[in-house]
């Protein structure tokens, strides 16, 4: 049933760790592709599970060190992520590989630096560079990567948002505005959302009024995933991270880049952003929940219930025009149909993002019109943590009830 989110590329980084829904969601997000924002935020809706992952993607402002000569030497073969050369340039050409590996190096703490890979400003995808770099407590993989986007648009303010808690554990997120109206979020989170090992990962995303962008991230690990860690923290401290960031040595190679276009306005989901939240928690039961948070996005939401024993997660998505898409799963065998044409699925099945004991229960619905409403509800606070109850807050009977509210249709 399912769909199948790409969240490996979604952080760059956090390759993810989201659960693989095994429908079409590809289909409904080239339809809803402001909900699909590349490389930074992810949405799964499915017959199982809808999470909410947002991450950032930054830029920078700068100058200097790139006129000089370049460094003699940057080393190939990356251990941290790799630096693919396709011969096709993104700009002219005029920062090389070696002057973006002077700079790296030269903006890093005094330490040792292998296995550097760097690419310039006529290497696709675009320039950056990585490495394995060892101040004596250990070796951490450290890379950065720069790039142009519209300031004031979608991609850039979803690459400064800082993720949302229940889907994307972190220690801190901060977002900071600079003297310049520039904009950089410095994060501490880890490289798998639910813990599962220890890898760390932290990173400084800045966006500049330019549209520059300098994205810079580190481990602590001598490799972003299959590598143990090396040490406790990985070696930038954030306010390094913030400096690494917006040098000025990195403006040589970002003006050389062209600058990204407007990005075109899309329309609002017929259910919006408030919508979605709104109408899930004002279809709860009267008495004995207490909800403790809430949240999402677009035609997504959440929110975590408390009737006294325990915390219960609950998140709802609401999709339009999602028949065709949709066929195989509401024409399966356990899929029944309302008198008004309405197709119900319900099911109750182990959770899917690595929390222990979790189980998840599920009621999607899709009406005639294509409207889908899909509730889930979990027996844990957030779907990555172990369960903090037996069953969820919430009924199969109560989950179908509110699914099929007319509010949706409205």
Known sequence: ????????????????????????????????????????????????????????????????????????????????????????????????????????????????????????????????????????????????????????????????????????????????????????????????????????????????????????????????????????????SASQLKEFAISTLWRPALSDLPAAGAEPQTPLAPVTVADAGVILESLLPQSGLTVTGRGGSGDYGYVVLDDGKGASFVQVNAQQGMGPALAGRFGAADATTLPDGTKVVAEQQPGEKGGADVVMWTVDTLRPNGLRVVISAFNSGSQNKAATRKEPALTMEELRRMALDPKWAG
């Open 1 to 236: 049933m399912p769909f199948e989110d790409d969240l490996s590329d979604a952080l760059r980084r956090t390759g993810e760790e989201f659960t693989p829904d095994r429908h079409a969601l590809v289909t409904a997000g080239e339809k809803r592709g402001r909900r699909l924002v590349a490389r930074r935020r992810a949405a799964v809706v499915g017959g199982s599970v809808l999470a909410l992952a947002v991450i950032g993607a930054g830029s920078a402002y700068t100058a200097g060190l790139f006129d000089a000569a370049g460094a003699s030497g940057a080393q190939t073969v990356a251990a941290p992520p790799p630096l693919p050369r396709k011969g096709k340039g993104t700009g002219t050409g005029a920062v090389p590989a070696d002057r973006m590996a002077a700079v790296f190096k030269r903006l890093l703490p005094k330490g040792q630096l292998s296995d550097v890979e760097a690419r310039g400003t006529g290497d696709e995808p675009g320039p950056g560079v990585s490495g394995v770099y060892d101040d004596g407590y250990g070796k951490a993989a450290i890379g950065v990567s720069l790039t142009r986007t519209d300031p004031t648009g979608r991609r850039a303010a979803d690459a400064l948002k800082c993720p949302d808690k229940n889907f994307v554990e972190h220690d801190a997120c901060d977002v900071d505005m600079l003297p310049d109206g520039g904009r950089i979020q410095l994060f501490k989170g880890y490289e798998y959302p639910d813990r599962r090992e220890p890898t760390k990962l932290w990173r400084a995303t800045l966006v500049t009024p330019e549209g520059y962008q300098v994205d810079v991230q580190e481990w602590n690990a001598p490799a972003e995933k299959g590598a143990k860690v090396s040490r406790v923290d990985p070696p930038l």
